[in-house]
């Protein structure tokens, strides 16, 4: 009996110890402990915090503003969460100075398609010249065929001179897909309306005269105009 007791003894001992100054604290033994606090975000946090970020754009294009888009570059570049490089590239592109459309050119080379899509989106959406020969480049080369659509309709927000040449390769795309992208970014870019016709497209796009007995599509302004009783 005696044995027993100086066990129970014993054992009372340990477990006050372990309590007091065990690897796991009073939040071993103790259920009503307050924890500890913790640095760690998660990605829903992370996102949360990316699009705070994109709030305080401004459309300036001053020392304050660029300093932001700065950390977010920063943190695009370790974000491991493909959702979350989403969420810094959306507020990246609401920021009105030239890094911003560098970060989201070097975002077409994102290892997850969903970044590489969304980059394509908001470069045309930017409609800088500088993002044609990038978003050129997804069009031929990209590895996952939505992104390379996403890159032909994204060339349609671009008036530029590269923005017909680089449209040539969803012309003459065998998806039917990527050829309707290219009719529609080419309508946009152009203003004209081509009724739909690749070839009439693929002729525009390339530079050539409309084929024989083809009248050249009229512009859609001058289209609507004609319709408008003033």
């Known amino acids: 009996m005696t044995a027993t007791r100086n066990t129970l003894l014993v054992l009372s001992l340990a477990l006050a110890a372990g309590c007091q100054s065990g690897?796991?604290?009073?939040?071993?033994?103790?259920?009503?402990?307050t924890p500890e606090r913790t640095s760690y975000q998660t990605p829903a946090m992370r996102i949360e915090e990316a699009l705070a970020a994109g709030e305080q754009a401004d459309g300036t294009d001053s020392a304050a503003q660029q300093a932001i888009a700065v950390e977010l570059a920063r943190k695009v570049q370790s974000e491991p969460d493909p959702l979350v490089r989403d969420a810094i590239m959306r507020s990246v592109a609401r920021f009105q100075i030239p890094l911003a459309g560098q970060v989201l050119t070097a975002g077409l080379q994102d290892t997850d398609p969903l970044v590489r899509r969304r980059c394509c989106q908001l470069l045309g959406e930017r409609g800088d010249a500088a993002g044609a020969s990038a978003l050129a480049q997804a069009l031929r080369a990209d590895t996952d065929q939505d992104v390379r659509i996403e890159a032909a309709r994204?060339?349609?927000?671009?008036?530029?001179?590269?923005?017909?040449?680089?449209?040539?390769?969803?012309?003459?795309?065998?998806?039917?897909?990527?050829?309707?992208?290219?009719?529609?970014?080419?309508?946009?870019?152009?203003?004209?309306?081509?009724?739909?016709?690749?070839?009439?497209?693929?002729?525009?796009?390339?530079?050539?005269?409309?084929?024989?007995?083809?009248p050249e599509p009229p512009a859609v302004a001058s289209r609507f105009g004609r319709l408008l009783p003033f």
């Open 154 to 214: 994204a060339l349609g927000g671009i008036r530029s001179p590269e923005t017909n040449a680089a449209l040539v390769a969803a012309l003459e795309s065998d998806d039917p897909a990527m050829q309707y992208a290219g009719v529609q970014a080419l309508s946009r870019s152009s203003g004209r309306d081509f009724g739909g016709d690749v070839r009439a497209c693929l002729a525009y796009a390339k530079g050539e005269a409309p084929a024989a007995g083809q």
């Open 23 to 33: 690897p796991l604290g009073g939040l071993a033994w103790n259920p009503f402990s």
